[in-house]
Every structure is written in structure tokens, then in C-alpha cells.
């Protein structure tokens, strides 16, 4: 930790009390309304940015700030419109924290447990959406918001936490829930396009979804702010190297 503050200078760094975070469970839920409970608690901001330390930007901090200032008051949240997604929210997923943390004996019984309850249920016909099947909505996962947006999401803090309770991967679809049942709605940047939307871009077609060098001259045409994933150090250097040359 230390030595993550010696490399901000120029900023304030916030560091918040650590939870265990487990992927697709909603941990992750609870982790972005921590961050966010801090974040607006401590000031109040233009916008709030939800990155991964995998998302890498392509311009630089003035380019970026100058996006923002040009758009104030749009919401960069994208929303995937396909149907297919409701499985998540449908069934109760027991354990599912373990599905990439199974390491041990006791785990391992779990996890096979839990999918054996998931076969059950749709066996049996549950479904946690039969009174509001239309209801929610999936879209990206990160996303930059308004501050009045953030306090929304703050607001109903209990229903997100509720909905994505015994889910999976539920972040894509709580918050852009309430979005889409909101007034704020409207400001969307794009609600057709998703990843435009978020201004952001990232690949499928790498089997661990990471760009690679000879993807740098694509990503710094595309005109998005941010790109998603990244594992080599070299390409991130070499992109760093050519905003600074076009700036």
C-alpha cells in the first residue's frame, strides 16, 4: 500500500476498508457501493468512474477531462438489449463465490452442492422473476456516471444488494436497472450502442479478452477514452509513449 501512494502525486488517494471480493458474487456489488458511498460522501464530483485495474486509458488526462466537460450531464452506461441474461437473477445460486476460489475439499463439496441445487430448481420451475419478468436490464459493467446518478444508486443501495443476493454476475444488471427506471434515463449517452455508450473498448476475440501490441494502432483510431484488457506491460508503455507524441 505504501508503495501505491508513492505513485500518486498529484492526486488523492482514498483508500477504503478491503471486503473479500469473489467474481460473480455479489461482493462485487458491495465493493462498488462502498467505493462510491466514499467517493460521494467525501465531495461532491462531476463524474465517478468505475474502472478495473485491468482498463488502460488511450488519451491523456486532459483529452479525457475535456470529453467530460464537452458531455456534462450525460450518463456513460451501456446496455446490452439482448434477452438471455435473466438466468442470473432467476434461480438462487448457492456458493457461487467458489466457482474461481475452489482450492480446497470443502469448497470444491460446495460448489458441486450448489450446482446440484441450480439443476433442482429448474427441475422444479423456480423463478425469482415470475411476478416482474420485464423488469431489469443488463448492460457493461464499469461505467461513468453524474453525481446526481451516483446518489441514486446510493438510495437504493438495499435494493441492489437484495437483487443481487444470491445471484450471479448481477452488477451488470442491478444498477442498469435502476438507471433504466429512472429519469436519468434520458441522458444516456447511447442506448443503443453499449460499448459506445461507455466509451470504452474490448475484445472477444482473445481467449483471456486481452488486446496485445499489435492492437495499439486499432485501439488509438477507435476514438474511445478507455480499453479493456491488458496483461502486457510493453503495450501499455507504448500506447503512454504515443498520446504523449500526439499531444
Known amino acids: 500500500m505504501d508503495e501505491l501512494k508513492k505513485c500518486v502525486q498529484k492526486s488523492r488517494l482514498i ?3 478491503s471486503i473479500p471480493v469473489y467474481w460473480g458474487h455479489s461482493s462485487q456489488t458491495q465493493c462498488v457501493l462502498n467505493l462510491l458511498e466514499k467517493a460521494a460522501n467525501y465531495d461532491t464530483y462531476d463524474y465517478y468512474h468505475l474502472l478495473v485495474g485491468v482498463e488502460f486509458p488511450l488519451k491523456t488526462q486532459d483529452r479525457i477531462h475535456q470529453f467530460f466537460a464537452e458531455n456534462r450531464g450525460k450518463e456513460f452506461i451501456g446496455f446490452d438489449h439482448r434477452q438471455g441474461f435473466e438466468n442470473r437473477i432467476k434461480y438462487y445460486y448457492f456458493w457461487k ?4 476460489d475452489c482450492d480446497t475439499l470443502w469448497k470444491k463439496m460446495l460448489l458441486h452442492t450448489g450446482r446440484a441445487l441450480l ?3 429448474k427441475i422444479v ?3 425469482r422473476l415470475k411476478h416482474e ?3 431489469y436490464h443488463k448492460g457493461y459493467a464499469n461505467w461513468s ?3 446526481g446518478l451516483a446518489r ?3 438510495e437504493h443501495s438495499r435494493e441492489i444488494m437484495k437483487a443481487c443476493r444470491w445471484s450471479y454476475c448481477a452488477d451488470e444488471v442491478c444498477f442498469h436497472t435502476i438507471l433504466y427506471h429512472s429519469v436519468f434515463f434520458n441522458n444516456v449517452y447511447d442506448p443503443v ?3 459506445h455508450s461507455v466509451m470504452r473498448i474490448t475484445t472477444w476475440q482473445d481467449a483471456k479478452n486481452q488486446f496485445h501490441p499489435e492492437d495499439i494502432p486499432m485501439l488509438l483510431k477507435s476514438g474511445r477514452l478507455f480499453a479493456r484488457k491488458f496483461d502486457d506491460e510493453k503495450a501499455m508503455d507504448s500506447i503512454t509513449t504515443l498520446i504523449r507524441m500526439r499531444e
Open 97 to 100: 463465490k467458489y466457482s474461481r
Open 145 to 147: 456516471i453524474t453525481d
Open 152 to 154: 441514486l444508486f446510493l
Open 133 to 135: 419478468p420485464s423488469y
Open 119 to 121: 439443476k433442482l430448481q
Open 125 to 127: 420451475g423456480v423463478n
Open 15 to 17: 483508500i477504503i476498508p
Open 193 to 195: 450502442d453499449e460499448y
